[in-house]
């Protein structure tokens, strides 16, 4: 065997200990309570997104509205996944999705602004998915090698978050 690799009794006594945290082992690569907090500032996010966006769906007036505001609505539906994911991940990591709307404004990275005017919604969506961008793109160097799973979790947002900065850039061309 490959003397990087642990041998295999450590690895199955290893595996014994400490059973109750599920899939964290010893071997994970970072301090998990700080990737839970990292992962409920996300979530706090993405909910202020899914409520924004589902807002500016059934606020939008106007002739031009009808298009803008069926995509505000998709997106919607797409931030209420990403919320789902990063819940399903702090729960694997033993921690809890934190959702008290109390809570959930004062730590999220976007702002739940609303508008009259469509072409201002769809510029506050683009500001909102470009903060999500930044902070996504944050968290997945900050991340590293230590958990690829969160890691990859964090990727398939970040590939959404940056379709939709371009669905909303091009209404705005
Ligand atoms: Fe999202
Ligand atoms: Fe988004």
Do not use: F, W
């Given at each position: 065997m490959a003397d990087f690799l642990t041998d295999v009794q450590t690895l199955r006594d290893k595996a014994r200990?400490?059973?109750?945290?599920?899939?964290?082992?010893?071997?994970?690569?970072?301090d998990v309570d700080k990737v839970i907090e990292l992962l409920n500032t996300a979530l706090a996010t993405e909910l202020v997104c899914v409520l924004r966006y589902r807002q500016h769906h059934f606020a939008a007036k106007g002739l031009d509205a009808e298009p803008v505001a069926e995509e505000f609505l998709v997106h919607s539906g797409e931030e209420q996944e990403h919320a789902d994911k990063l819940c399903a991940r702090i729960t694997q990591l033993g921690g809890t999705p934190e959702m008290d709307p109390a809570k959930v404004a004062g730590r999220a990275h976007s702002e739940y602004v609303t508008a009259e005017d469509l072409t201002e919604m769809i510029r506050e969506n683009l500001v909102a998915e470009r903060i999500a961008i930044e902070s996504y793109t944050e968290m997945i160097n900050w991340v590293g090698t230590a958990d690829p799973t969160t890691r990859r979790v964090l990727e398939e947002i970040l590939a959404k978050e940056e379709e939709h900065a371009d669905d909303l850039l091009s209404f705005l061309e």
């Open positions: 200990d400490d059973i109750m945290k599920g899939p964290v082992t010893a071997s994970y690569g970072t």
